[in-house]
């Protein structure tokens, strides 16, 4: 590490989220952002200048030796081979979540990562959340006992871009990779995986095999029962829960927890929803970019790693594979020849 103190990064990708995690990376001192790159140039142009930092080449960042660790944040067919890049040049990685678009292409990412000797931490922001990481130290200490039900519910106000929406791996993989990792996170891993979908406010996701809305139902290896809804539109705003029913109790992380503000008006009580992932989960950014940095910064272990990931993206793919078939998915089982196409 060129300083002991901060981890000095650039962030790759200059879209969507990198605008958020720029805002995100103001409030952690422990990360420096030291460029920006983009192969769009306004894209990386137009983030560098907010940041007041220079905007390069990927080559030229890889080759910097005061250059600690990138932060990738790039569509997710271009993880694995960046991570490749990265590794390779020697610098610690946090990528966006899915770690990668295939389990072949997360196979190599640990395998790199293992053979460079350095980490690779994915973003899994619920993991962060105070509500969720509160919901995890509950479940461990025994407080609800046996687990009996998981119940997730993910709804977008507004769907991402249909370009984006077409190289994202589906609804499972690119939204609901979130809640079937908050299902490993609190319940356990999962055993089998069933799925339905439908398109019902967005026709144009039809000619790509696409869905809008989805309903999974899932075993757990531990007995316990979940079910999942996704949706990419909602006209109320950014709705994410997850509730965990144990035979002492429930807990519920809902959409509001953490906004205790609720307005009184001549037409009665108003709770105003998130707008979006960032309005939601910003404090849960900030502890994850906090987190990596301790991390770098100590030498300990990164969580969660790109194997954890791997993990999480393996029960992905064998959902988003029971939600086109409409098969029953054994996740253990679950290999990339048994998808649709393969
Ligand atoms: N954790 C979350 O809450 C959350 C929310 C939204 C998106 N994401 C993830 O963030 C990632 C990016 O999503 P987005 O919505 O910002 O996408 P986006 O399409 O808006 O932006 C991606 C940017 O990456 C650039 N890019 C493409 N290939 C590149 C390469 N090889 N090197 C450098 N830059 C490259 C593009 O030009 C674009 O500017 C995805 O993996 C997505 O799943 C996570």
């Known amino acids: 590490m060129s300083n002991p103190r901060r981890v000095r990064a650039a962030l790759v990708g200059a ?4 605008g958020t995690h720029a805002r995100v990376l103001e409030m952690v001192p422990a990360i420096q952002l030291c460029a920006v790159c983009d192969p769009v140039p306004e894209n990386a142009a137009r983030l560098a200048e907010t940041l007041g930092v220079p905007a390069q080449t990927l080559t030229t960042v890889l080759a910097d030796p005061d250059i600690d660790a990138v932060i990738l944040v790039t569509p997710t067919p271009t993880h694995a081979a960046l ?14 979540k899915p770690v990668a ?19 690779c931490q994915v973003g899994f922001q619920r993991r962060f959340d105070p509500a969720y990481a509160e919901a995890k130290r509950a479940i461990g200490a025994g407080e609800l006992g046996r687990l009996a039900t998981f119940r997730g519910v993910s709804r977008d106000p507004t769907p991402p871009p249909l370009d984006f929406l077409k190289t994202s791996g589906g609804l499972m993989v690119d939204l609901g990779v979130h809640d079937l990792d908050t299902m490993r996170f609190l319940v356990g891993e999962v055993a089998e995986v ?14 790509f095999g696409l869905f809008d809305s989805a309903v999974a139902t899932v075993s757990f290896e531990n007995g316990a029962l979940g079910t999942l809804e996704l949706g990419l539109h ?3 705003g950014y709705d994410i829960r997850a509730e965990v029913l144990g035979e002492r109790g429930r807990l519920h992380l809902e959409m509001d927890s953490p906004l205790h503000l609720t307005r009184y008006t001549a037409e009665g009580a108003v709770k105003r929803p998130p707008r979006g992932f960032e309005e939601r989960f910003f404090a849960a950014y900030v502890a994850e970019f906090t987190a990596f ?6 030498g300990q272990p990164v969580s969660p790693d790109a194997e954890d990931a791997a993990r999480t993206l393996k029960l992905a793919l064998a959902a988003q594979h029971a939600l086109e078939t409409g098969e029953t998915v054994h996740v253990a089982s679950f290999a990339e020849k048994d998808k649709v196409g393969a």
């Open 15 to 18: 879209g969507r989220m990198a």
């Open 83 to 96: 991570i490749r890049q990265a590794a390779g040049a020697g610098k610690h990685v946090f990528v966006e």
């Open 101 to 119: 678009g295939t389990l072949a292409e997360a196979d190599e990412v640990i395998k790199v990562v293992k053979r460079a000797g350095v980490q």
């Open 194 to 207: 069933r799925a339905v979908g439908a398109v019902q406010r967005l026709p144009e996701l039809a000619e």
């Open 234 to 236: 909602t006209a109320y």
């Open 293 to 298: 940095a301790r991390c770098l910064l100590t």
